[in-house]
């Protein structure tokens, strides 16, 4: 038997992190759950009410569906704290498989109808930890996956890349997110190891839950057909086991579509998806200027 596949998931205390987390268990994987939350209650939503989710919690819960959790407290703000887990990795696993760029900054004001200069500008945080810390991340991944000759590196984008969704610094950390994708893919070429921006569509997650309740006109229609986060992990398995990875690398892809096309359910469904009221990813583009 084959030893199971070793994954990293940043950012996973809960929200998408953790469902990403918890559908790479259901696969067999291995997964290091990162994150800052170690004590119940660390975290608020929109409301003020209390999150669940800590990193062993769901390291647990990975265990529990079948993989093997393995939690690590780790604020990914700190460049040093970054480097000891993949040095943990490296040692304890000796490879990396997937690497899912989730950890991000989320401000607490970031759903509130207000021009970017009635909010904090704490709101900027999320282009060091969301942006910044995923080209860390990913810098210390892409040197043990090409060693290894394959692996892929993800991250978590969403339609506000392209049209306006929550303000101007959630809206260019995911086109960010999306260029790291494309621009990677250009240095990784040839060493078996792809890299892919997923646009998720509507989250059930503990915040979408109390924003649907905060605002429920304007997530009604939205929640009926949200994703099950842990659809986005079993996404991400199958680009990287599919004979198109090479093709697939570089590119921002939706998640409902991409899952069409490798077979993909979530939950038994087909999720549908917002090109057309949101807009459509970034193309590839073949120029490369040095």
């Not at 993949?86 to 991000?104: P, S």
């Not at 984008?157 to 969704?165: I, K, L, P, Q, V």
């Not at 892809?253 to 993909?264: C, D, N, R, T, W």
């Amino acid at each position: 038997m084959s030893d199971p596949k070793v994954a990293l998931v940043t950012g996973a205390s809960r929200g998408a992190g953790a469902g990403i987390a918890r559908g790479l268990g259901e696969l067999g994987y291995t997964v290091y759950v990162t994150g800052r939350t170690v004590t119940p209650g660390d975290a608020k939503g929109w409301d003020g009410t209390v999150l669940p989710g800590t990193v062993s919690e769901t390291a647990a819960q990975v265990t529990e569906l079948g993989g093997k959790g393995i939690p690590v407290m780790c604020d990914h703000g700190d460049d040093d704290q970054v480097a000891a887990l993949f040095a943990q990795i490296e040692k304890e696993q000796g490879r990396l498989d997937i690497l899912v760029n989730n950890a991000a900054f989320i401000h607490e004001q970031l759903i509130e109808k207000k021009p970017f200069w009635e909010k904090e500008i704490a709101a900027v945080n999320i282009l060091d930890v969301g942006l910044r810390s995923a080209y860390v991340a990913s810098w210390h991944a892409a040197k043990m996956m090409v060693k290894q000759g394959s692996g892929l590196i993800g991250f978590g984008s969403s339609f506000g890349a392209n049209c306006y969704m929550h303000g101007p610094a959630y809206g260019a950390q995911k086109a960010g997110l999306d260029k790291f994708a494309h621009d990677m893919e250009h240095d990784l070429r040839e060493t078996g190891v792809g890299a892919v921006s997923i646009w998720m569509g509507p989250l059930i997650t503990e915040r979408s839950r109390i924003a649907a309740e905060t605002n429920p006109e304007q997530y009604k229609d939205f929640i009926e057909t949200a994703e099950n986060p842990e659809f986005t992990g079993h996404i991400l398995d199958a680009i990287l086991n599919s004979s198109k990875l090479a093709e697939y690398s570089g590119s921002t892809l939706i998640a409902a579509e991409v899952a069409l096309e490798l077979g993909v359910k979530d939950r038994g469904k087909d999720r549908p998806s917002y090109r057309e009221m949101l807009g459509n990813p970034p193309t590839k583009n073949p120029a490369a200027v040095y």
